[in-house]
């Protein structure tokens, strides 16, 4: 009976840790959806022109239901300041650029970075009209803290890793 | 003076930290927009006559322009703030905000808020509406590296615990 309640008890523990596990992955997941979300949310005029702007071949750094969350939520939030506001105003302020208004991101804030793979010769723009530009080399597996802009399309294609 | 009312709105909004919303102030809007129409009226008038010969008005229309400019950007700046507000205590309460918050709104807030909600549900079942809602409760978090220790504990008791 011993034995059976072991072995009762070792199954309900594993039963629960997996659960635990499951509802762990879930909120993993949804945490990473909702932060997409909320950056969609913050900058949806700059995002949405990037999404237009971009080649034909390029993939989309949007899925179609944020596309389609994107236009709607910049659809909802034009048509509410044009009938609360703007189409009270004189006429030749009754447009308002959202593009020009809602803050752009900054991409010039610096970030933590490791180098997944060997990158050489890395221009970086100067900061200072004093200084001048110059290359680095990033070694495998070292950590930098370097402008966002200078290695965003080393983030893309996966070479470096943010932390 | 010029532009006080519309930059009161902003100012009480500011004022009203921690995403508190204050109630929304209709008859103070109207007087700001209000204030654009007589200030746009005054330009017209003083632009016809400034191309008939009088250039002195030139700067008051510059001004004038100036302070509509001006309140354009504070109207839009408080509207646009109490949305991201609304928005902000939908997350946080869920689809049906509590009266006090309610009381606040305007009835296009209130629109616009209904119609948020259903982008969020159309947009992924798996986007929470409400923070933390699917997760217990923290304390059974547990990170797998303890997991792996239990499991190695009750392997090494003599237990039958064969890797989920």
């Known amino acids: 009976m011993e034995a059976n309640l072991k072995r009762a008890k070792s199954g309900d523990l594993k039963v629960s840790?997996?659960?635990?596990?499951?509802?762990r992955i879930r909120y993993v997941l949804s945490s990473y959806l909702r932060c997409r979300l909320v950056k969609i949310e913050k900058f949806f005029p700059h995002v949405l022109e990037k999404e237009k702007s971009r080649a034909e071949g390029e993939p989309s750094i949007l899925s179609p239901e944020e596309f389609a969350f994107a236009k709607e939520y910049m659809a909802n939030t034009e048509t509410y300041l044009k009938n609360v506001a703007l189409k009270h105003m004189?006429?030749?302020?009754?447009?308002?650029?959202?593009?020009?208004s809602v803050p752009k991101p900054n991409l010039d804030s610096f970030v933590f970075l490791r180098v997944l793979e060997r990158q050489e010769n890395i221009l970086v723009e100067p900061e200072t009209d004093e200084q001048r530009e110059y290359t680095i080399d990033l070694e495998q597996g070292s950590q930098h803290l370097i402008r966002y802009r200078t290695i965003a399309p080393l983030v893309a294609s996966g070479a470096v890793q943010l932390i | 003076m010029a532009g006080e009312r519309a930059a009161g709105l902003v100012r009480e909004l500011h004022r009203a930290a921690g995403g508190h919303l204050p109630p929304f102030r209709v008859e103070e809007l109207r007087q700001a927009l209000e204030e654009m129409r007589a200030l746009y009226e005054q330009n017209?008038?003083?632009?016809?006559?400034?191309?008939?010969?009088r250039t002195d008005l030139i700067f008051l229309i510059r001004f004038r322009h100036c302070c509509l400019l001006r309140n354009q950007r504070c109207i839009l700046a408080y509207l646009y703030d109490r949305l991201l507000r609304i928005?902000?205590?939908?997350w946080e309460y869920g689809s049906v905000l509590p009266n006090t918050i309610q009381f606040h709104m305007s009835a296009e807030e209130v629109r616009c808020?209904?119609?948020?909600?259903?982008?969020?549900?159309?947009?992924?079942?798996?986007?929470?509406?409400?923070?933390?809602?699917q997760f217990c409760s923290t304390s059974q978090v547990l990170p797998v590296k303890l997991l792996a220790?239990?499991?190695?504990?009750?392997?090494g008791s003599g237990l039958q615990f064969s890797s989920a």
């Open chain 2, 44 to 53: 017209q008038a003083d632009v016809s006559e400034a191309k008939a010969g």
């Open chain 1, 90 to 100: 004189p006429p030749n302020l009754q447009k308002v650029s959202l593009l020009k």
């Open chain 2, 87 to 90: 928005r902000a205590l939908r």
């Open chain 2, 149 to 155: 220790h239990i499991a190695n504990c009750l392997h």
């Open chain 2, 113 to 133: 808020l209904r119609d948020y909600g259903e982008f969020e549900i159309d947009d992924g079942t798996t986007v929470l509406l409400k923070k933390n809602s």
């Open chain 1, 17 to 23: 840790v997996h659960r635990m596990e499951i509802e």
